[in-house]
């Protein structure tokens, strides 16, 4: 926290302006300082009051992406002592309401008051305030980059409407499709890209650590138009020396500016028909994880269970931001009609907020939480935290072959 004050003191004794070469890394430091608290770093009362201080400095009145990102890092840091300490929430509410009828900060005010609400537990309040401050910032406000994360946010009503099923098109194979044994389908997917850099090691870590757990794994590829099947054809063969029982469904992504965040969300619109093709569970990770350690405990356990992804607690800041509530690397999914009618919600909730458009990151994350949160109130579905019934080390990340990769992703 002594280097955000000591940078914010030079900022305001040279006068720099909010994204000049010394503001940008500025806002940048900021944003990184959000992440850290919201994750559990503690500031103390003091600083907390000290960065609030800051966010009232004549220096950054016209600066409204130092100013708004100052604003928010201490209302997240007080939110987080609410939380952890078991508080009240409506004198932090009272003073984000204030904030917004004076006009201090609104369209963070309104951010926070979402996700008061939410971690209070009314989550469509919460929601709605997250979807006020985006309708400000959309028209001639900025966004932080941390706030940003709640722009694909569904209300709960969204999963009350009707179902588009009749419109699903079947999987398309890229090649013949592969029976497999009895047992849980490890699935993955991903563009080109991603599927050449990671898939021949996961096949291996599945090989190594899971031979005997797995039925089989699958591909879902997000390809672009102008690729043939010889794109992936040399890391399927180099991948099939370790696990032989893998197959390989693909779609065409259409010309949009937002194909990162669709790419993440991908493998979760297709999980439904996987679940009534396969008929088996489905345990779905992210293609940049590798199997560290035996599975087959951790199935047993999660052969009781519906759906399982790891969720945060309701003591923690994440639990009041769903894009940090849940978390996607790994999701189950059980051979039951309870399972496939919750990603068929996925379904639903993607087609009702997802902007091709425009940045949509953290979608998948958002969908999960909300799914969930509906589901509680409206449906039997058994629940669990990964964490809680897999562990917490079932996979990790080869950090050597991420090296770079971020940056190629368009």
């Not at 590798?290 to 356990?301: F, G, R, T, V, Y």
């Not at 945060?312 to 309870?338: C, E, I, Y």
Request: one cysteine or more; proline letters at 3%.
């Amino acid at each position: 926290m002594e280097a955000v004050l000591s940078a914010a003191e030079e900022l305001i004794a040279k006068g720099e302006a909010d994204l000049s070469p010394a503001g940008k890394p500025f806002c940048d430091q900021l944003t990184a300082e959000q992440w850290r608290v919201v994750r559990g770093k503690k500031l103390s009362d003091a600083e907390i009051r000290k960065i609030e201080e800051l966010s009232m400095h004549l220096h950054f009145a016209d600066k409204p992406h130092g100013r708004q990102r100052l604003y928010e890092l201490a209302k997240i840091a007080k939110l987080d002592i609410i939380l952890s300490s078991g508080s009240e929430l409506d004198p932090l509410i009272a003073e984000l309401n204030a904030d917004v009828e004076s006009g201090v900060n609104t369209p963070s005010a309104y951010a926070m008051l979402g996700a008061s609400h939410i971690a209070g537990g009314r989550y469509d309040l919460g929601v709605y305030y997250f979807n006020k401050s985006n309708s400000i910032v959309g028209r001639n406000n900025c966004i932080t980059a941390f706030m940003s994360l709640s722009r694909a946010l569904p209300a709960l009503a969204a999963f009350e409407q009707a179902s588009a099923e009749h419109s699903e098109t079947s999987l398309a194979f890229l090649n013949e499709a592969r029976s497999f044994e009895v047992g849980p389908v490890a699935v993955v997917a991903g563009n080109a890209l991603y599927i050449n850099r990671f898939l021949e090691n996961y096949a291996r870590s599945i090989a190594e650590k899971g031979s005997n757990s797995f039925s089989g794994i699958h591909v879902h590829w997000v390809k672009e138009k102008n690729e043939a099947p010889d794109f992936i054809g040399l890391t399927l063969d180099k991948s099939r020396q370790f696990c032989p029982d893998l197959n390989v469904t693909f779609e065409e992504i259409d010309e949009v500016l937002d194909k990162k965040s669709y790419f993440a969300q991908a493998r979760f619109l297709v999980a439904r028909r996987l679940s009534e093709h396969y008929r088996q569970p489905l345990l779905i990770t992210d293609l940049d994880f590798q199997l560290s350690q035996d599975p087959s405990d951790a199935i047993k356990k999660l052969s009781f269970i519906d759906v399982s992804f790891l969720q945060h607690k309701n003591k923690s800041a994440q639990w009041a931001f769903p894009w940090l509530r849940s978390m996607a690397g790994s999701v189950w999914v059980n051979n039951t009609d309870a399972a496939r009618e919750f990603f068929k919600l996925i379904k639903l909730g993607f087609t009702s907020c997802y902007n091709a458009h425009w940045f949509n990151w953290g979608i998948d994350q958002n969908l999960l939480t909300s799914v969930l949160e509906y589901s509680r109130t409206k449906s039997h579905l058994n629940f669990a935290s990964f964490s809680e019934v897999a562990g917490p080390q079932l996979f990790n990340v080869p950090m050597e072959l991420k090296v770079g990769v971020k940056s190629q992703v368009v």
